[in-house]
């Protein structure tokens, strides 16, 4: 299985992504901690910087799904394209498809991200990251994330487990 969580930045991807891991026993692959791989200067988030990043978590993803392995891939998934190319991979090698998109008010994700000390983008660049509206042909489940994770934790999971 395949399972993509989108959402602005601060809106509690790779929290949901870091409790599904050690429930699911799954591997999860970041686009924070690809860019913190390859590369080494504070603020790489060019388009093209976006798209090398991207084009690994997909290699790494496509990776570990052949070998059996439920995958969570966490990125903003601020394009519909990122969702459609994630979505292909899944029926290319003919795994299941759950995408899981969290939203959050503004107020909350400042605050989020004031906390977030060691992220390689400015707080100003994060909070105004503009995304694309979701293509209503991608099945989704949307979450208000402005709770703790362990209040929508179990609708996530029954979400996946249901697919």
Known sequence: MLIGIGGQPGSGKTTLASHL??????KSICREKIFRQIFKEPNPHSVEHK???FRECLRQTTSWLKKGQTVILDLPFSRNQEIIAAYQLSKNLKKKWSFIYLQCPEKIIQIRLKNQIKHLVPIHLRINTRTEPLSKK???LKIDSSPPVEKYLPKVIDYLLSR
């Open 138 to 140: 991608i099945p989704l």
């Open 51 to 53: 798209i090398l990043a």
């Open 21 to 26: 891991q050690k429930k699911l026993r799954c």
